[in-house]
């Protein structure tokens, strides 16, 4: 016996087991898939070889990895199962090889049509729908390919998928139904007593971006790529976070149907699911092999320009009855392949590690390369996205790195490749200091990012100063962007406390200022100075400190100065304040450079006291323990009056409708916010009723 072979063909399937394990359960791979693809090309090799190694634990005798325990386990009425992969043409070629063998027929079948079907193979998570009678019952996720996880509520919320086929009206016997513009014609459908797809549960591309872009704008975390933000976004517990995530949805194939035949062939089965409204991915339909290469290629072209990510091509008999009958080898039906894309990967040397800071104060470390061609580009730098991803790969200066690049997406660092190393390169430390003010970072547990937190950080200064003067802060009018960059271009301010000394001949000297547009912003900087204290604390821009949480502080203190001495046990005594949230406030005050910041304020005016005692006749509490969200236009108050009134009296206001919310105040012109309500039976108050509310409870 090869004692060192079995050895590594044991160590093989346990690594597979591991990556398949951190991909399919816990949506978080440390490998890409081509360097997961290649384990198991290596395992199958190993036993091709010595198939009497071969155990029920081997990766190769099964589809997936268990389901989490925390959603109910579902069985599948059939097996869901993977495909075999093919890396090449002439693996496409090998594959067709071996199938004609098996069945003549495989050779005649083009003369009734297509014989093959090519599909872009989705990188989202695979989705089993279940309908009765027409309407949406039952998903799950697809699991080991035995059993899965129960979804339903999460995959309710997805746009895209029907909860009630058909999603034309009409009863069967009825005639055919015209499509709107009455050029052709769609037929109704007979609707299955019991009906069981397959589909792809993603985000499209545009939708990831703009997520990131709210969620990086919201202080929150972002995520890195859509396939795994889809996947945890279907496995979260709360239905209303996934309903705020823009997952879309196709569906490819037909599990179990009853009472309707089953279509004969894969573009009936599309065009029959697409008939009862499921979205369906496009497809191509190609007598030989030459046309299948062509059509996989053209998906090549287009995948830097697809809305979806696409990790290749799924290649299937169109006669299903055909591949039906093919059968399966180990866990891979016959029938079908796919073909991945060629990765874009290489190897070359890092360099050093950079750490760059964000206008929001996150520290991001980038990687400065030995220059590398990729797909025709010179690549010098790649993102290290964050230091957790540095730690987790063990990603060290002098290391050889797998490097990835996708059409014009920033080049980035996969992983080191370990076996190269020569024992000299040593672990990276992050920086205790921000390289560009000098000042001590800040890092919380259970958080991903690293901070610089002080307000006067040159390379925060723009984005610092832009949020202090907007609306929900200190609403400076005429104060937009392009102004502030002006302003910090021709270092007229260094600090927000700046923007109170200004003089009108320094704003005159400036491209695009006259006597009236000077004075105009003169006079909006000097209105600012009586904003209430909760506006001045939002203003501050201290990392997880929103309005509804600076109003909260601004009802337990008296000023800034009182704010800066409370513990972390006083301010997690305040609803809502957790201990990272009660240390973020804690450590913003403690820095010397932001108790400067203070008491430049101070010296120029802009110093409130708090607003939220009321007079002997009123309650602060009356709304206390109430959450409140505003929607159109009200007849005298404005919405930020409203929201004062509101949290003046002990209420809280937050901007989306939730089974949290008590009521929704309801203006004219209002938005989608008045049918969650409704959908969710919700009370709703206009104007006076919001009034009438607080006096009749006090």
């Not at 009863?171 to 499509?179: A, F, V």
């Not at 059968?327 to 894309?341: E, L, M, Q, S, W």
Request: hydrophobic share 40%.
């Amino acid at each position: 016996m090869d004692t060192s072979l079995l050895q590594q063909y044991e160590k093989l399937k346990q690594a597979i087991l591991f990556h398949s394990y951190r991909y399919h359960v816990l949506d978080a791979p440390i490998i890409s898939d081509y360097e997961y693809d290649q384990l198991v090309i290596e395992l199958r090799k190993i036993e091709a070889v010595h198939p009497e190694w071969i155990s029920a634990d081997s990766p190769t005798q099964r589809t997936g990895a268990p389901p989490l325990d925390k959603f109910v386990k579902v069985k599948h009425p059939a097996p869901i199962l993977s495909l075999a992969n093919a890396f090449t043409a002439a693996d496409v070629y090998t594959w067709y090889e071996r199938i004609r063998k098996l069945d003549e027929r495989i050779e005649t079948v083009a003369a009734s049509g297509a014989a093959f079907v090519v599909e872009p193979k989705i990188d989202g998570l695979t989705v089993v729908l279940h309908y009765r009678n027409g309407f949406f019952i039952q998903g799950a996720t697809r699991g080991d390919g035995e059993i899965g996880e129960d979804i339903t509520m999460n995959l309710r919320t997805i746009r895209a998928l029907p909860l009630r086929i058909p999603v034309v009206p009409g009863s069967e016997g009825d005639e055919p139904k015209l499509k709107a513009n009455n050029t052709s014609i769609i037929p109704t459908p007979r609707i299955p007593d019991y009906l069981v797809v397959r589909g792809e549960a993603f985000i499209n591309i545009p939708d990831f971006e703009a997520l990131n872009q709210r969620l990086e704008k919201a202080g929150e975390k972002t995520y890195l790529n859509p396939r795994n933000t889809a996947a945890g976004s279907l496995r979260q517990l709360d239905s209303t976070l996934t309903a705020s995530r823009p997952l879309t949805l196709l569906v490819y194939q037909i599990i179990t149907i009853e009472r309707v035949g089953r279509p004969k062939t894969q573009v009936e089965t599309l065009t029959y699911l697409q008939s009862l409204g499921f979205p369906v991915p496009e497809h191509t339909s190609c007598l030989d092999l030459e046309s299948v290469i062509n059509a996989y290629q053209n998906l090549v072209d287009r995948r830097d320009k697809a809305l979806y990510e696409m990790d290749g091509a799924v290649i299937k008999l169109n006669d299903l009855q055909l591949a039906s009958d093919l059968g399966f080898v180990g866990k891979d039906p016959r029938g079908a392949i796919a073909y991945k894309f060629p990765a874009r990967e290489v190897t070359t040397t890092l360099r050093e590690i950079r750490v760059n800071v964000g206008r929001t104060g996150v520290l991001t470390p980038n990687a400065v390369l030995e220059p590398v061609k990729i797909g025709g580009v010179i690549v010098e730098n790649a993102t290290l996205h964050n230091f957790d991803f540095i730690f987790e790969k063990d990603i060290r200066p002098g290391d050889r790195v797998m490097v990835k690049r996708a059409g014009d997406v920033i080049p980035y660092i996969i992983g080191p490749v370990v076996e190269a190393r020569t024992g000299s390169e040593e672990c990276y430390i992050p920086p205790e200091t921000c390289p560009a003010c000098d000042q001590p970072v800040e890092h919380l547990e259970g958080e991903v990012a690293w901070y610089c937190v002080n307000a006067a950080c040159p390379a925060q200064l723009v984005r610092n100063i832009e949020h202090y003067v907007s609306r929900g802060a200190m609403d400076i009018v005429g104060l937009g962007i392009k102004i502030v960059e002006q302003l910090v271009d021709a270092g007229l301010i260094h600090d927000v406390a700046d923007l109170y000394t200004l003089r009108k001949e320094q704003l005159l000297s400036l491209e695009g200022f006259a006597d009236k547009k000077a004075d105009n912003l003169l006079g909006a900087i000097a209105d600012s100075r009586t904003r209430p204290l909760a506006r001045l604390i939002t203003a501050l821009g201290i990392r997880g400190v929103g309005e509804v949480m600076a109003a909260d502080l601004a009802r337990n203190f008296t000023n800034l100065d009182s704010l800066s001495c409370a513990s972390l046990e006083d301010l997690q005594t305040i609803e809502g304040i957790g201990p990272n949230i009660a240390q973020a406030l804690v450590d913003w005050f403690t820095r010397s450079a932001n108790q400067q910041l203070l008491d430049k304020l101070r010296k120029v005016g802009v110093f409130p006291e708090s607003e939220s005692k009321l007079s002997s006749s009123e309650n602060p509490s009356t709304l206390a323990g109430l959450t409140f969200v505003i929607t159109g236009t009200l007849p005298v108050f404005s919405r930020e009056e409203a929201k004062a009134f509101i949290e003046a009296h002990g209420g809280k206001v937050t901007d989306s409708v939730s089974r949290k919310t008590s009521y929704l105040v309801l203006g004219e012109s209002p938005g989608s916010k008045l049918e969650k309500a409704q959908a969710l039976g919700m009370p709703v108050l206009d104007e006076a009723g919001l009034r009438l509310l607080v006096t009749s409870r006090r």
